[in-house]
């Protein structure tokens, strides 16, 4: 069973760039698609961007509008985000989450980690 654990999170003046990291525990990591979903207070869980296992494919959420990127270095058993042009609208916790039976935008992944907070300030 994979467990996630997530980093890179903070406060960041809007504009600013953050990457988000997160680290796989178990075997295997690259058998498993992997996505980023955020939640802003009092919002539901909505969609990032998600990768395949082995990092070929990716695909993101409209509302990122290409600000953000997502990859993976399975060697390290490790995902990134990297987040640029933040807006105050970014402001969210940010959840890692895998699964090796889907791959998408869905909430269908079967394991998350714990998230990391964002904070962007206009």
């Known amino acids: 069973q994979v467990q996630l654990v997530e980093s890179g999170g903070g406060l960041v003046q809007a504009g600013g760039s953050l990457r988000l990291s997160c680290v796989a525990s178990g075997r295997s990591f690259g058998r498993y698609a992997m996505a980023w979903f955020r939640q802003a207070p009092g919002k539901e869980r909505e969609s990032v961007a998600a990768?395949?296992?082995?990092?070929?494919?990716?695909v993101y959420a409209d509302s990122i509008e290409g600000r953000f990127s997502i990859s993976r270095d399975n060697a390290k058993n490790t995902g990134y985000l990297q987040m640029n042009s933040l807006k105050p609208e970014d402001t969210a916790v940010y959840f890692c989450a895998t699964s090796n039976r889907y791959f998408g935008l869905a909430t269908l992944y079967n394991t998350w980690g714990q998230g990391t907070q964002v904070t962007v300030s206009s």
């Open positions: 990768i395949t296992g082995g990092g070929g494919t990716t």
